[in-house]
């Protein structure tokens, strides 16, 4: 049976709610080790370290590590025309909401021939991670894929584990979808050596290093990602998913059960939470879970998952209170079913995807609603977001000056660089109005 939380009757402090928040026991730190082996590994041996460990990891010796272009095309003309449809579709919205997060370049007159411009200029190469463990997610490469060639990524890799079920290939679904968005750099590798991999390359495949690694994927993974950060960019620490909803008594106790379960069929270390002021609605959803616990399909997954400390019922005295122990959670995936979505809405600060009102369910999300399913996890809604457009954007000031509007702020640049005790920088100002000798 899910744990009950109850903090009727509190008015818990922030550092308290934070305390409160369960959390599942994932160390990122413990598999960092294991992590810089594979990564160093991968440095000193190349390919045939990615074959060893995916030998060792993943079950199967891949016979190609960089996917030929007969493997893609037979995986496209293989995809079924229902997953096709739903796939183009999918696409077609995530191209359309990702087109809204880049920004324009906008420049800012801020004294007769002075201007700052503020450009947004795309990274030229990234590595995108597409997970192969559990379940095959074709989706995530549209999420990570349509947002990058948006923001105008002009060199796009992509890796997946080999598939035992399939002789050593990246999942045919995964490869058609790629071979749908016109990605035709495509590696068979897996976990932190995928990752150490994108940041040092591998010379002997043609893979040169990536800017940025973005894609969710295990705790080693996670790991990978931490240790090369510097080397290269990363979007987040991706680990298991999470869902939190925010119900009162108007909620359908059915839906709610369901929503909490479409999540914890990921992982037995996914988070599902119920935050409420209605215990009629907090025992309802708790007997549907016990019947849907038994009846669907991944049973075991879900039922460690709902059963895990990570997982609960929250009971609070009102919709304020849940608000504030959903921004203390900093949920991943938050649906709002109350009667007012609305002025709850307003009281959130932190979380990955919103979803408001009964009809937006967060595997709304996970497909085809267009906005992206790639989204911190682990409570780091409250301190970063998902991935979009922006992802793969650096912003850049453009300053130009004018001689005289330079000549109209040297004085200031002098007095500023005496106050700091750098007077070079004052004199690299004086000297464009010094006649030479």
Same mark, same amino acid.
């Given at each position: ?332 995936? /938050?649906?709002? @079913? ?7 809405? &307003? #009281?959130? !600060?932190? *979380?990955?995807? %919103? ?37 793969? /954007?650096?912003? @850049? ?7 005289? &509007? #330079?000549? !109209?702020? *040297?004085?200031? %640049? ?24």
């Amino acid at each position: 049976m899910i744990q009950t939380i109850d903090l009727r009757g509190t008015r818990p402090t922030p550092a308290e709610l934070l305390a409160a928040v369960p959390r599942a026991l994932t160390d990122v730190t413990a598999a960092s080790d294991v992590a810089a082996e594979l990564i160093d590994d991968v440095r000193a041996r190349g390919e045939d370290a990615l074959r060893d460990q995916a030998e060792r990891l993943d079950r199967v010796r891949p016979s190609h590590v960089r996917v030929p272009a007969s493997h893609v095309t037979e995986a496209l003309a293989g995809l079924d025309p229902t997953v096709r449809t739903a796939i183009e579709e999918t696409i077609r919205r995530v191209r359309i909401a990702s087109a809204a997060q880049v920004p324009p370049q906008v420049t800012t007159t801020i004294a007769d021939g002075a201007t700052i411009t503020q450009r947004w200029q795309p990274i030229n190469r990234v590595g995108l991670y597409v997970p192969g463990g559990k379940a095959v997610y074709p989706s995530s490469v549209v999420m990570n894929v349509v947002p990058a060639q948006i923001a105008g990524v002009s060199s796009i890799a992509l890796a997946s584990p080999p598939q035992s079920d399939f002789d050593g290939r990246v999942h045919p679904t995964i490869l058609a979808v790629a071979s749908l968005l016109g990605i035709d750099e495509i590696y068979a590798m897996g976990g932190a050596g995928a990752v150490g991999a994108f940041a040092y390359g591998v010379p002997g495949l043609g893979l040169d290093p990536v800017q940025l690694v973005t894609g969710p994927g295990n705790v080693y993974v996670a790991a990978a990602k931490r240790l090369v950060r510097g080397v290269t960019g990363i979007d987040s620490e991706a680990g298991p998913t999470d869902i939190l909803v925010i119900a009162d008594e108007t909620a359908d106790p059915r839906i709610v059960a369901a929503d909490l379960v479409s999540q914890a069929e990921h992982d037995e270390l996914a988070a599902a939470m119920l935050v409420t002021d209605s215990a009629e609605l907090a025992d309802a959803v708790a007997l549907h879970l016990v019947d849907l616990m038994q009846s669907t399909t991944h049973s075991i997954r879900v039922t460690a998952s709902l059963n895990g400390r990570q997982s609960g019922i929250v009971l609070v005295d009102d919709l304020n209170a849940a608000a504030a122990f959903s921004n203390a959670f900093g949920p991943e995936h /938050l649906e709002i @079913q109350t009667s007012d979505p609305d002025a709850v809405l &307003a #009281l959130i !600060e932190n *979380a990955g995807a %919103i979803f408001l009102g009964p009809h937006s369910p967060v595997s709304l999300g996970d497909y085809v609603a267009g906005s992206n399913h790639v989204l911190p996890t682990g409570g780091q809604a409250r301190f970063s977001s998902g991935l979009g457009a922006y992802t793969f /954007l650096r912003p @850049q000031q453009v300053v130009t000056y004018s001689r005289e &509007a #330079l000549r !109209e702020v *040297a004085d200031h %640049i002098a007095a500023l660089s005496t106050a700091e005790a750098l007077p070079a920088h004052g004199d690299a100002v004086t000297a464009r109005f010094t006649t030479a000798l």
